[in-house]
């Protein structure tokens, strides 16, 4: 396991790794397949497709299918109860790494070996160091970052599964590296109760407020989960402030002790202080005057977590907003070696020692519907693929993945000396289906986009959103559930029918020509936009994170597929629209 001696050779010499990643990507990759072939040829996974043993690139190339989960889930399940793991690759399996499973309703397993852990632990220590480089004065204090953890569970084998966040929050390079410059106490980020652990991290931050010069988390979605804790929490910690004592409920003995040598005395001018700024009925810039000496907001807010990019920059003030990273449960992509970026101008350069990457060709119609990659495209390798065009990711690792497809779209914008650098873009995956359409999760993103800009000039603020295809009636429709906001408050916006009636068409005039020849046609109905109330998908993701999810790792559901959740978001439902029933 990497630790200082490693630690500090990366902050040394990360620029010059970084440099040299880059510049030998294409030599970097060759050489990662054929290691991986090298080790792992043998395996019953991979011996099938090598006549002969003849286990070259090429052959690999041209034997190996290209996979999704489904496809080697029977594999990783038998070595989930209780065979050899050298079904799949040659190295012992550490652990499992988890999926989110918000989207996909149940998370997957990944396989992980000590090696492959460990060469992922070195991406958050790149990133520190880049964002130190480019942003003056994020060595000068501490990170208020947000981090929680899910409990591990245990699979036949006797090998525990839980997300890499999770484990890496438990490991020595996080508690002797980026842990000691964090505000929250390992013990506090290490709490399995969310409500506590959020409450003491909330705690702390406030109290270091003036030595706080970087805030974040995993995901957008995370940090606007936390600004409305805080709404609902503040007179509570002011109050903990004030007297020096911690709430009496937060019971958890890790965190109590964690408290007690950070809420040493009662401190009533900064409580004060605090309780003048969370009065004001407007939170805009909220963060910015209650931590003044924050020089960024990190946190990944490209691809799902963009609808939040409004929000945070309305809580922000003028902080710049920084996307720091982009990967997968299966692997890390790359890195943002230019974090001042604007968010929607994000690019990410690929980090060509993670992974073996191919990219599957997606025809993306100028003003169309982006059509689903099909294994019909031919992959090209890292060196060969052509700035603006649009490509599925598939990854080869060291922990028994070939050629799998990991469903998510890139975009390239250039290149970084000789490794690609690339936009991420929404996964292509159908969301929405009602007979022959199906409507994907980034032509959806691309339709509320337009949608939105109604109601901006108006002040009002869509905070996230979610969809459905309900299919209880005949013709079926499509269900937009919208979360509003007034820009200078969280009063609910008057709903003007018309407006919001205009938003309904615009979504569906931005649908493909399927979309609107099944509409013409009778065979879907009008769409339906219900609005719901302040805190309904805070709601939403209260109901995921019991039902397993991970807070720190929540990606808001782009569609539902679950009964429960519908119900729990129209219990929240304060106005429903209809696009004209004779629109097309």
Same mark, same amino acid.
């Given at each position: 396991?990497?630790?200082?001696?490693?630690?500090?050779?990366?902050?040394?010499?990360?620029?010059?790794?970084?440099?040299?990643?880059?510049?030998?990507?294409?030599?970097?990759?060759?050489?990662?397949?054929?290691?991986?072939?090298?080790?792992?040829?043998?395996?019953?996974?991979?011996?099938?497709?090598?006549?002969?043993?003849?286990?070259?690139?090429?052959?690999?190339?041209?034997?190996?299918?290209?996979?999704?989960?489904?496809?080697?889930?029977?594999?990783?399940?038998?070595?989930?109860?209780?065979?050899?793991?050298?079904?799949?690759?040659?190295?012992?399996?550490?652990?499992?790494?988890?999926?989110?499973?918000?989207?996909?309703?149940?998370?997957?397993?990944?396989?992980?070996?000590?090696?492959?852990?460990?060469?992922?632990?070195?991406?958050?220590?790149?990133?520190?160091?880049?964002?130190?480089?480019?942003?003056?004065?994020?060595?000068?204090?501490?990170?208020?970052?947000?981090?929680?953890?899910?409990?591990?569970?245990?699979?036949?084998?006797?090998?525990?599964?839980?997300?890499?966040?999770?484990?890496?929050?438990?490991?020595?390079?996080?508690?002797?590296?980026?842990?000691?410059?964090?505000?929250?106490?390992?013990?506090?980020?290490?709490?399995?109760?969310?409500?506590?652990?959020?409450?003491?991290?909330?705690?702390?931050?406030?109290?270091?407020?003036?030595?706080?010069?970087?805030?974040?988390?995993?995901?957008?979605?995370?940090?606007?989960?936390?600004?409305?804790?805080?709404?609902?929490?503040?007179?509570?910690?002011?109050?903990?402030?004030?007297?020096?004592?911690?709430?009496?409920?937060?019971?958890?003995?890790?965190?109590?002790?964690?408290?007690?040598?950070?809420?040493?005395?009662?401190?009533?001018?900064?409580?004060?202080?605090?309780?003048?700024?969370?009065?004001?009925?407007?939170?805009?810039?909220?963060?910015?005057?209650?931590?003044?000496?924050?020089?960024?907001?990190?946190?990944?807010?490209?691809?799902?977590?963009?609808?939040?990019?409004?929000?945070?920059?309305?809580?922000?003030?003028?902080?710049?907003?920084?996307?720091?990273?982009?990967?997968?449960?299966?692997?890390?992509? !790359? +890195?943002? @070696?230019?974090?001042? &970026?604007?968010?929607? *101008?994000? $690019?990410? /350069?690929?980090?060509?020692?993670?992974?073996?990457?191919?990219?599957?060709?997606?025809?993306?119609?100028?003003?169309?519907?982006?059509?689903?990659?099909?294994?019909?495209?031919?992959?090209?390798?890292?060196?060969?693929?052509?700035?603006?065009?649009?490509?599925?990711?598939?990854?080869?690792?060291?922990?028994?993945?070939?050629?799998?497809?990991?469903?998510?779209?890139?975009?390239?914008?250039?290149?970084?000396?000789?490794?690609?650098?690339?936009?991420?873009?929404?996964?292509?995956?159908?969301?929405?289906?009602?007979?022959?359409?199906?409507?994907?999760?980034?032509?959806?993103?691309?339709?509320?986009?337009?949608?939105?800009?109604?109601?901006?000039?108006? !002040? +009002?603020? @869509?905070?996230?959103? &979610?969809?459905?295809? *309900?299919? $209880?009636? /005949?013709?079926?429709?499509?269900?937009?559930?919208?979360?509003?906001?007034?820009?200078?408050?969280?009063?609910?916006?008057?709903?003007?029918?018309?407006?919001?009636?205009?938003?309904?068409?615009?979504?569906?005039?931005?649908?493909?020509?399927?979309?609107?020849?099944?509409?013409?046609?009778?065979?879907?109905?009008?769409?339906?936009?219900?609005?719901?109330?302040?805190?309904?998908?805070?709601?939403?993701?209260?109901?995921?994170?019991?039902?397993?999810?991970?807070?720190?790792?929540?990606?808001?559901?782009?569609?539902?597929?679950?009964?429960?959740?519908?119900?729990?978001?129209?219990?929240?439902?304060?106005?429903?629209?209809?696009?004209?029933?004779?629109?097309?």
């Amino acid at each position: 396991m990497a630790g200082e001696k490693e630690i500090k050779e990366i902050y040394e010499n990360g620029m010059k790794i970084l440099e040299e990643l880059t510049s030998n990507a294409h030599e970097i990759q060759e050489q990662m397949l054929e290691e991986i072939l090298i080790r792992n040829a043998g395996t019953e996974y991979l011996s099938r497709f090598f006549v002969h043993g003849q286990n070259h690139k090429q052959n690999f190339k041209t034997n190996v299918p290209i996979v999704t989960y489904e496809d080697i889930k029977p594999y990783i399940d038998r070595i989930a109860n209780g065979e050899t793991s050298s079904i799949l690759f040659a190295d012992p399996i550490t652990q499992f790494i988890q999926s989110t499973g918000t989207s996909e309703g149940k998370p997957k397993l990944i396989p992980m070996t000590a090696e492959s852990f460990e060469k992922r632990m070195v991406k958050p220590l790149l990133v520190d160091l880049v964002m130190k480089k480019c942003i003056s004065g994020l060595d000068q204090g501490k990170s208020f970052y947000l981090f929680f953890v899910k409990p591990e569970m245990e699979t036949p084998s006797g090998l525990m599964a839980s997300l890499y966040t999770t484990t890496y929050f438990k490991t020595q390079i996080f508690k002797n590296g980026l842990a000691k410059f964090c505000t929250s106490p390992i013990d506090t980020i290490l709490c399995l109760d969310n409500k506590q652990s959020m409450y003491c991290q909330l705690l702390t931050g406030l109290l270091l407020r003036d030595e706080v010069v970087r805030i974040g988390s995993s995901f957008a979605s995370v940090l606007a989960r936390s600004i409305k804790f805080l709404e609902d929490y503040w007179k509570e910690l002011c109050s903990n402030i004030r007297t020096g004592y911690l709430s009496d409920w937060i019971a958890d003995p890790a965190c109590r002790n964690a408290m007690s040598s950070i809420l040493t005395r009662p401190e009533p001018e900064l409580a004060d202080l605090i309780q003048q700024i969370c009065e004001d009925k407007s939170w805009e810039g909220i963060i910015k005057e209650l931590w003044p000496e924050v020089k960024c907001i990190s946190s990944i807010v490209t691809g799902s977590m963009s609808q939040y990019i409004p929000l945070l920059e309305f809580y922000g003030g003028g902080i710049p907003l920084v996307s720091p990273n982009c990967g997968s449960s299966e692997a890390c992509f !790359g +890195i943002n @070696l230019k974090p001042l &970026s604007k968010p929607f *101008d994000v $690019s990410y /350069t690929i980090l060509p020692n993670m992974a073996y990457f191919e990219f599957l060709p997606v025809n993306n119609d100028v003003g169309g519907k982006s059509h689903e990659t099909t294994t019909v495209n031919k992959p090209v390798d890292l060196a060969n693929v052509k700035i603006g065009r649009y490509y599925e990711v598939v990854v080869t690792t060291l922990a028994g993945l070939y050629r799998y497809r990991v469903g998510d779209v890139l975009k390239v914008t250039g290149f970084y000396n000789k490794s690609p650098q690339f936009q991420f873009v929404e996964r292509q995956n159908v969301v929405l289906s009602i007979d022959l359409d199906k409507t994907t999760e980034l032509d959806l993103s691309k339709a509320i986009t337009k949608a939105k800009l109604v109601l901006e000039p108006l !002040g +009002i603020m @869509l905070t996230t959103y &979610s969809s459905y295809a *309900d299919t $209880s009636l /005949t013709p079926g429709r499509y269900v937009l559930f919208w979360e509003l906001k007034m820009k200078g408050s969280n009063d609910l916006p008057k709903l003007d029918a018309k407006i919001m009636e205009e938003c309904c068409g615009i979504v569906e005039e931005s649908f493909d020509f399927t979309y609107k020849s099944l509409r013409k046609g009778g065979v879907i109905s009008a769409l339906e936009l219900r609005v719901v109330k302040h805190g309904t998908f805070d709601e939403l993701m209260d109901f995921y994170v019991s039902k397993g999810a991970s807070i720190s790792q929540y990606k808001p559901p782009c569609c539902l597929k679950s009964e429960e959740a519908v119900k729990l978001l129209n219990l929240g439902m304060v106005g429903t629209f209809f696009s004209p029933k004779t629109m097309f």
